[in-house]
């Protein structure tokens, strides 16, 4: 069954540094989505992408962050200047297309910042 | 999107059925009711959503009340593997453009007993 893959599974980082976080969504999905999830607390959505541009992005998704599909297969977010509030559980996900409401997650990345 | 509540935590005896309620009072007539879960620190997972009948898959069944307020996830014959966080979510389907980020709220932790 197609999955959806995220590298690296755990990156450490110092504050300050920037990092990319990787995502291969499912083949041929048109949606694609990033998460994060601070230790112990809910899932939040942080930004939907759609047609090579953002759809829809939360508070938390400020100028430190950008995504980018750099090419058919991978699905890329960027936090420029990392800070120690940024440690969480980043989750990547993906969507069929228009109409149908299953986002497919990714098994995540654990991004700590020291 | 029509706020969602959940009981925090729930168990259930393995192999007994387990029944996951969720309250919406405020739901519109265009939203949907999904179910995802959360098993430890893994992406979430769909599980099921309906509009108006009760649905029903290979995971479990969806029971929406006849005025939409409320439904049930059941699971079935639940297994030591059923242990996680549910959460009921409720959303319009096709918002346009991507526009669907998931808002999670807390769930429950359903704790499945040996």
């Known amino acids: 069954e197609p999955e959806v893959t995220q590298t690296p599974s755990h990156q450490v980082t110092q504050m300050g540094q920037e990092v990319i976080l990787r995502c291969v969504p499912i083949s041929n999905h048109l949606y694609f989505y990033w998460y994060r999830q601070i230790l112990g607390q809910k899932v939040e959505f942080l930004v939907s992408?759609?047609?090579?541009?953002?759809?829809?992005k939360s508070e938390i998704f400020d100028d430190q962050f950008s995504v980018e599909r750099p090419d058919g297969s991978n699905f890329t977010l960027k936090i420029r200047s990392t800070k120690l509030e940024d440690s969480a559980m980043y989750f990547c996900?993906?969507?069929?297309?228009?109409?149908?409401?299953?986002?497919?997650f990714g098994p995540g990345t654990r991004l700590t910042v020291l | 999107d029509a706020k969602t509540t959940q009981p925090t935590s729930m168990d259930c005896a393995e192999g007994r059925a387990a029944n996951l309620p969720c309250n919406h009072s405020?739901?519109?007539?265009?939203?949907?009711v999904y179910w995802y879960r959360q098993i430890h620190s893994q992406g979430p997972q769909y599980i099921i959503h309906?509009?108006?009948n009760n649905e029903t898959n290979e995971m479990a069944s969806l029971i929406i009340t006849e005025d939409r307020k409320s439904s049930t996830l059941i699971l079935p014959h639940a297994t030591l593997r059923d242990t996680a966080v549910y959460y009921c979510i409720v959303r319009r389907l096709g918002t346009g453009g991507g526009a669907d980020g998931l808002t999670f709220g807390k769930g429950t932790h359903l704790i499945i007993q040996p």
């Open positions: 405020t739901i519109s007539g265009n939203e949907y």
């Open positions: 992408f759609y047609n090579n541009e953002i759809s829809e």
């Open positions: 309906g509009l108006k």
């Open positions: 996900a993906s969507k069929a297309g228009e109409g149908v409401y299953t986002q497919y």
